[in-house]
Nanobody, 118 residues
Framework: QAHLVESGGGLAQPGGSLRLSCAAS????????MSWARQAPGKGLEWVSGIFSDGSDTAYADSVKGRFTISRDNANDMLYLQMNSLKPEDTGLYYC???????????RGQGTQVTVSS
């Protein structure tokens, strides 16, 4: 059974940066596409970014394009999200999810909170 544990969230000022990490276990990480999703207070789940199993392709929501970078380390079963130029609207609970932007999304972690505020 897939187990995903996110970390790296916290409080950042507008314009600041955070790097989220996701430690994966319980499945063959290197053959699965992976994604990051977020949920802001009172809103639905938003797909932020996805990456193919071998890292050969990535995709981003328009709201984060040019500011966020998704990456993965298949040797260590890790997924990352580098977030730069953070905005208050980036505030939310960020989840690591199996699958690509909702496709084959059968597991997700408990989430890590990101708060962007001055």
């Amino acid at each position: 059974q897939a187990h995903l544990v996110e970390s790296g969230g916290g409080l950042a000022q507008p314009g600041g940066s955070l790097r989220l990490s996701c430690a994966a276990s319980g499945f063959t990480f290197s053959v699965r596409a992976m994604s990051w999703a977020r949920q802001a207070p009172g809103k639905g789940l938003e797909w932020v970014s996805g990456i193919f199993s071998d890292g050969s392709d990535t995709a981003y929501a328009d709201s984060v394009k040019g500011r966020f970078t998704i990456s993965r380390d298949n040797a260590n079963d890790m997924l990352y999200l580098q977030m730069n130029s953070l905005k208050p609207e980036d505030t939310g609970l960020y989840y690591c999810v199996t699958g690509f932007l909702g496709r084959n999304a059968d597991s997700r972690g408990q989430g890590t909170q990101v708060t962007v505020s001055s």
